[in-house]
T-cell receptor, first 113, second 114 residues
Framework: DQQVKQNSPSLSVQEGRISILNCDYTNSMFDYFLWYKKYPAEGPTFLISISSIKDKNEDGRFTVFLNKSAKHLSLHIVPSQPGDSAVYFCAASVYNAGNMLTFGGGTRLMVKP | KAGVTQTPRYLIKTRGQQVTLSCSPISGHRSVSWYQQTPGQGLQFLFEYFSETQRNKGNFPGRFSGRQFSNSRSEMNVSTLELGDSALYLC?????????????FGPGTRLTVL
């Protein structure tokens, strides 16, 4: 049973435009969500996070939106840059479960110059 | 501050052998978690160690084990290797602060089982 899903395996966007990556979850106990970016042969790099008490968090070009009723979160990257091309993973955790991360399957973002 | 380091970066073993992977967390971080990444199963949690004690364990067989030392460095061991154990093994460290903490990942160890 996949508790965190990223239904789009890939996304192609033109440089300068907005990239929107989506993530759905089924476990209502999840109360903290994170986005990681991963290049081949490297470990995931933390991008941005959001607690379930918020519905939006911004950090520079990156904004994460959380819709708890829909069990859905999204990552917006504006403007997209070629260096953003990577695989993006969303992850979720439950506070009293020791911060164990449950990951989605990832979305490969390609930003074309 | 130096990031999470993992050694070795690449490893080739044959079925039936055992392997030990090492992880050094970010200085000051006391919790270390291990994850396995495969094309079929994605990123899956193996276990977490804090203060030399295993706090959480994922759904993996007993062939997968780990430990943590007093300096917070951690090792994971896989015994009786199977072809399906071929994967990228990632280590992540965090403080912890008592609340929700961000985990920071190392570059991983690529294990190939022949």
């Amino acid at each position: 049973d996949q508790q965190v899903k990223q239904n789009s395996p890939s996304l192609s966007v033109q440089e300068g435009r907005i990239s929107i990556l989506n993530c759905d979850y089924t476990n209502s106990m999840f109360d903290y969500f994170l986005w990681y970016k991963k290049y081949p042969a490297e470990g995931p790099t933390f991008l941005i996070s959001i607690s379930s008490i918020k519905d939006k968090n911004e950090d520079g070009r990156f904004t994460v939106f959380l819709n708890k009723s829909a069990k859905h979160l999204s990552l917006h990257i504006v403007p997209s840059q070629p260096g953003d091309s990577a695989v993006y993973f969303c992850a979720a955790s439950v506070y009293n479960a020791g911060n164990m991360l449950t990951f989605g399957g990832g979305t490969r973002l390609m930003v074309k110059p | 501050k130096a990031g999470v380091t993992q050694t070795p970066r690449y490893l080739i073993k044959t079925r039936g052998q055992q392997v030990t992977l090492s992880c050094s967390p970010i200085s000051g971080h006391r919790s270390v978690s291990w994850y396995q990444q495969t094309p079929g199963q994605g990123l899956q949690f193996l276990f977490e160690y804090f203060s030399e004690t295993q706090r959480n364990k994922g759904n993996f067989p007993g062939r997968f084990s780990g430990r943590q030392f007093s300096n917070s460095r951690s090792e994971m061991n896989v015994s009786t290797l199977e072809l399906g154990d071929s994967a990228l093994y990632l280590c992540a460290s965090r403080l912890p602060s008592g609340g929700i903490d961000t985990q920071y990942f190392g570059p991983g160890t690529r294990l190939t089982v022949l």
